[in-house]
């Protein structure tokens, strides 16, 4: 299944993922305290800067990932030209646009396995509380491989669907898709139980 | 233990298929995203533990960079964004859902039709819109307000759970995991 991460190899890849998510998570703190406008606006031109480093592609990419935010940017624009704060309307903006464009950065330049690897050294704690790392590792493999499985039966049963009724698929195609979902889990129960022991 | 986890781990792949498949109009002509009526039957049928394991898995998908929530997005970014609350309620609306159908002993429609509008709506809401009212600057009243144009789609949605998990009930009635 295809992952967030840019197949364009940039140096931000080679960077270990702990510090990458370690530096994000000071960097959105630090970002959602600011609330002047000219500091947001220098941070939101050293988050473009950094993505103009790793080449066009990359960062025509980086701002396609920001695209689902219009909806929100145009309510923060119509809601303060309303009410004639502008200057807190785009501070907020921009410092909306930056934290995502930085957190989108480090999805775009961290590949899945590192960042799992990292999840499963954070996971270790948990053990205390009964979560083995294992089970959490094997309850995301099995969720990865699992969408993808799902994914194409739903499909299957839209088409049967298509194929018998000219109007669309309704809620109705829930209930077996629901069924599909229940029926995979226990052979899966089933396949791991005369394979291995948690 | 193995069955636990199978069902956790398939319910989080039935999140993500419902949130991808584009087909599913639940009203005609309002394209509304099928993937909190997921999150609303991972509490009513799986019951309220393994139903916001299966949430809390799903969203773990989705942190690490996979493209898992309706309309393909996903990654780190949603975390940072202004509908971060909704997705941090998620888990909690699938505990809240799962929480009243095996507590509640009336008629399975109805414990799933309360527990999907106290989970799904009541509870997620709360989460979204503090979410809302911190990211985009808004008192809560006013991010409260850019909250309700989704109340009707939802309040359908809690509809849709109650019908499917008693559908779910009469044609398999083993597998209804909150009320064994």
């Known amino acids: 299944m295809l992952t967030l991460t840019s197949p364009c190899e940039t140096a931000l890849h080679r960077l270990p993922a702990a510090g990458k998510l370690a530096a994000l998570a000071v960097l959105t703190l630090t970002l959602m305290r600011l609330t002047d406008l000219r500091l947001i606006a220098l941070a939101a031109t050293a988050t473009t800067l950094l993505y103009c480093a790793q080449g066009r592609i990359f960062t025509l990419h980086g701002a396609r990932m920001l695209r689902p935010l219009w909806p929100f940017l145009l309510v923060l624009a119509l809601w303060h030209g309303v009410s004639g704060e502008l200057a807190r309307g785009a501070a907020i903006s921009l410092r909306l646009l930056t934290a995502v464009a930085l957190a989108n950065l480090v999805t775009m330049t961290t590949r899945l396995d590192d960042l799992i690897a990292v999840l499963e050294r954070l996971a270790q704690p948990l053990a205390w509380l009964g979560l083995k790392p294992r089970v959490l590792a094997l309850a995301l493999a099995l969720a990865i491989r699992m969408t993808p499985v799902l994914l194409a039966k739903t499909s299957i049963l839209l088409q049967a669907w298509h194929a018998r009724s000219p109007r669309r698929p309704g809620w109705r195609v829930v209930l077996p898709v629901l069924l599909i979902a229940l029926d995979d889990a226990d052979h899966v129960a089933e396949a791991l139980r005369a394979r291995a022991t948690l | ?180």
């Open chain 2, 1 to 180: 233990m193995e069955r636990n986890l199978a069902y956790v781990a398939l319910f989080a792949a039935l999140i993500a298929v419902l949130g991808l498949v584009p087909q599913i109009t639940l009203i005609s002509g309002v394209p509304i995203t099928a993937q909190s009526l997921g999150v609303m039957l991972c509490g009513t049928v799986l019951g309220a533990r393994r139903g916001a394991l299966a949430v809390l898995l799903f969203l773990l998908l989705v942190a690490l960079g996979l493209p898992l929530l309706s309309g393909g997005r996903g990654g780190l970014g949603v975390f940072a964004g202004p509908t971060v609350g909704f997705l941090i309620g998620f888990p909690v609306a699938a505990l809240v859902a799962g929480l009243v159908v095996e507590r509640w002993s009336v008629s399975l429609a109805f414990a799933s039709l309360a527990g999907a509008v106290l989970g799904g709506i009541v509870v997620l809401y709360a989460f979204g819109i503090v979410g809302m009212s911190v990211v985009l600057g808004k008192t809560l009243p006013e991010a409260a307000l850019l909250a309700t144009p989704f109340l009707v789609g939802d309040l359908i949605k809690a509809g849709l759970c109650a019908l499917l998990t008693d559908a779910l009930a009469r044609v398999r009635p083993g597998a209804l995991l909150s009320r064994p």
